[in-house]
């Protein structure tokens, strides 16, 4: 027979649940300082760099060229039998100052106003000196030994607003473009014709960008270093020059070609010189120094705007104001490029020769500008 079968168990009761643990609050987050910037040449407060990364100081060992390679050579002749000097122009550039004792510069020729609380217009990096010297330094006595012939527009009137030195400050640049906007300090009939930015910051300020639009919109004409960012990023044009509305310069060696640190994007309109510039700097009153980096681009393109300028005054060209904006400067430019029918994000139209341009006859330039104005 089968064993009789087993009782089954009896099941126990479950335990009763265990209440959960009452959460406790966090306690509150403690307020940690912010870093605070550095005051290296590589990083602002507000993102605004000058050259949109450093202008770099060449060594002592490297003999720098001069300021007009063999395709702006024909300039100095201009300016000598011609008298194309920039003289009835104003341009103002917001950099970090001047050196108000270098022989470059002359006080009649030069007026400067620093919106640094507390600080002089006096430049102490040399970066802001460089970029007056190269759009209108004069010549002086000696400086031909090392290779300085002077700037661009030597006789243009130079309006200096310090709006940093290591470090740019958006407020600065601000209340300075506020103050171009109503200066008449040369002359009442003398208003600023030209300005040049060597400093830029990735992200667009909008305050910033809005002033300069509005000076766009005026005619005035701007120019802006494109960066020194080369390949880094997709999109590594800095702003103002990534507006689209200004003139956006990169920057070519002596030979020619595009230098490596120069940004590449689609709003590149020219490339002028950039490497291994000689210009003024601080140091003394006939200091120089040698320069790399679109910030020496930018103020040469500023001169070569002066001289335009000035050209069509004395063309008498007809209705000079509506030849005086950014769109016609750039279709002038053209003129001058060695692409001028073919646009890429590395040359954009190409290094300029200013020759292409000025060497035409008076007829030809009144008939090259108003096409450009009136479209026939």
Known sequence: PLPPPQPLPIPQPLPPPQPLPIPQPLPPPQPQPLPQPQPDDSATSDGLTSDCSPSQLLSNDDQPHTLYPSTWQPLQKYQQQYNLNGEGIVIAILDSGINLHH??????????????????????????????????GARFEGG???????????????????????????????????????????????????????????????????????????????????????????RNI????????????????????????????????????????????????????GFNGTSCSTPAVAGLVCLVLQQLIHLSVPHYRRAHNVRVMREILKEMATSSGHHSEEHGFGCLVPAEFFEKTSDEKIRIISKMVYGV
């Open 238 to 289: 800095a702003y103002p020059a990534r507006l689209g509305n200004v003139l956006c310069i990169g920057s070519h060696s002596s030979s020619g070609k595009a230098s490596s640190f120069s940004a590449v994007g689609k709003e590149i309109d020219f490339l002028a010189p950039g490497e291994n510039v000689c210009a003024p700097s601080v140091g003394g009153r006939q200091a120089l120094s």
């Open 103 to 136: 022989a470059a510069f002359t006080q009649e020729n030069v007026f400067h106003k620093s919106f640094i609380s507390g600080e002089s217009v006096e430049d102490t990096t040399g970066h802001g000196t460089m970029c007056a010297g190269i759009a209108c």
């Open 144 to 234: 031909e030994q090392s290779n300085w012939f002077g700037g661009i527009a030597p006789r243009a009137k130079l309006l200096v607003c310090k709006v940093g030195s290591k470090i740019y400050n958006s407020t600065a640049v601000c209340e300075a473009l506020d103050y171009i906007k109503n200066y008449h300090g040369f002359n009442s009939a003398l208003p600023v014709n030209v300005i040049s930015l060597s400093i830029g910051s990735n992200c667009g300020d909008s305050e910033i960008c809005y002033r300069i639009n509005t000076f766009v919109g005026a005619g005035v004409i701007v120019v802006c270093a494109a960066s020194n960012e080369g390949r880094l990023t997709a």
